[in-house]
T-cell receptor, first 113, second 114 residues
């Protein structure tokens, strides 16, 4: 599984757009990029997943450049409740993959009023 | 609410003891995963079951074991407990295997070993 690198922490203010970039230089052809959010003492929650270009859902957007060696999670107009740890995961998909998730250290996002 | 349930929510026990953590996956999900989260190790994958069969093992100690029953619920057994086993234990489930599909995590069981 490809190793990921993301900032340890980020600060933002309410109403701002937050972009968290994840580096995954060794991403393989079959790898998808998935982001999870975790609040203290709660289980991680799926945010978004993508393979290439741009994916958008009701809570976030995921931008993936053509070389796929990095990805950026974009959270529009954050609120205090978006304060959490955000994990970027890269994993191979296909018949030989078990689906286990390998979590890195994550990015702790602190949203200030 | 992810639809994954875990019991108990909290567990306090002593070193050397044995405990069982229980997980009920979302309705229709066949895969169950167990993860351990401690302060100094982050989230670590332990083991995965798919439709009753073990599919993958991660950093699971020999003192730990798990199984998935015909009704698809799963149990994680921790024995000869040590202080270092104190952690949050999460169960996750997904529809199938392999795992492109989303994993849904339960609320976790907080284990404290005294």
């Amino acid at each position: 599984l490809a190793k990921t690198t993301q900032p340890i922490s980020m600060d933002s203010y309410e109403g701002q757009e937050v972009n968290i970039t994840c580096s995954h230089n060794n991403i393989a052809t079959n790898d998808y990029i998935t982001w999870y959010q975790q609040f203290p003492s709660q289980g991680p929650r799926f945010i978004i997943q993508g393979y290439k270009t741009k994916v958008t859902n009701e809570v976030a957007s995921l931008f993936i450049p053509a070389d796929r060696k990095s990805s950026t999670l974009s959270l529009p107009r954050v609120s205090l409740s978006d304060t959490a740890v955000y994990y970027c995961l890269v994993g191979a998909q296909g018949s030989s993959n078990t689906g286990k998730l390998i979590f890195g250290q994550g990015t702790t996002l602190q949203v200030k009023p | 609410d992810s639809g994954v349930t875990q019991t108990p929510k909290h567990l306090i026990t002593a070193t050397g003891q044995r405990v069982t953590l229980r997980c009920s996956p979302r309705s229709g999900d066949l895969s169950v995963y167990w993860y351990q989260q401690s302060l100094d190790q982050g989230l670590q994958f332990l083991i995965q079951y798919y439709n009753g069969e073990e599919r993958a093992k991660g950093n699971i100690l020999e003192r730990f074991s798990a199984q998935q029953f015909p009704d698809l619920h799963s149990e994680l057994n921790l024995s000869s407990l040590e202080l270092g086993d104190s952690a949050l234990y999460f169960c996750a489930s997904s529809v199938g295997y392999p795992g492109k599909d989303t994993q849904y995590f339960g609320p976790g069981t907080r284990l404290t070993v005294l």
